[in-house]
């Protein structure tokens, strides 16, 4: 794959985010892909901040759209090349001020290997 179509699935991951569709949403990483974030880490100290495998995402994604309903993410900036995308995104959860997120997503035949969230 190439940086057109990493950007194709940056796009995908926002909308079906922001769809609350965490099927398709999950559907775009390896079985055994990898997810870091300081939320995690927060949340569930015990995983050092990172989740293994699509059954933990879902588990972490259905748990976030129950915690905050309405949250959503705003693109402001995709840079990709074959092997990477970074997003750089708005996170909106009500009654919170909008949160600046950048977002690296490594890609492997087409599908999401590793995530790695970086905010303050």
């Known amino acids: ?3 057109t179509e990493n950007f194709s699935l940056a796009r995908a ?3 079906a985010f922001n769809a ?3 099927a ?3 559907a775009l990483y390896a079985e055994d ?3 870091t974030s300081p939320k995690i880490r927060v949340l569930h100290p015990e995983t050092g901040g990172r989740l293994v495998g699509r059954q933990a995402l879902e588990r972490w994604w259905r748990e976030a759209i129950a915690r905050l309903p309405g949250l959503r993410y705003e693109e402001t900036a995709l840079t990709a090349d074959a ?3 970074f997003m750089e995104y708005l996170r909106h959860a009500p ?6 997120v950048a977002e690296v997503l ?3 035949a087409g599908q999401i290997v590793a995530s790695r969230v970086y905010h303050g």
């Open 1 to 3: 794959m190439g940086a």
């Open 13 to 15: 991951w926002l909308r």
């Open 20 to 22: 609350y569709d965490v």
């Open 24 to 26: 398709a949403l999950v």
């Open 33 to 35: 892909a990898t997810h």
């Open 83 to 85: 092997d990477r995308v």
């Open 95 to 100: 009654g919170e001020p909008p949160l600046p």
């Open 106 to 108: 490594e890609v492997k």
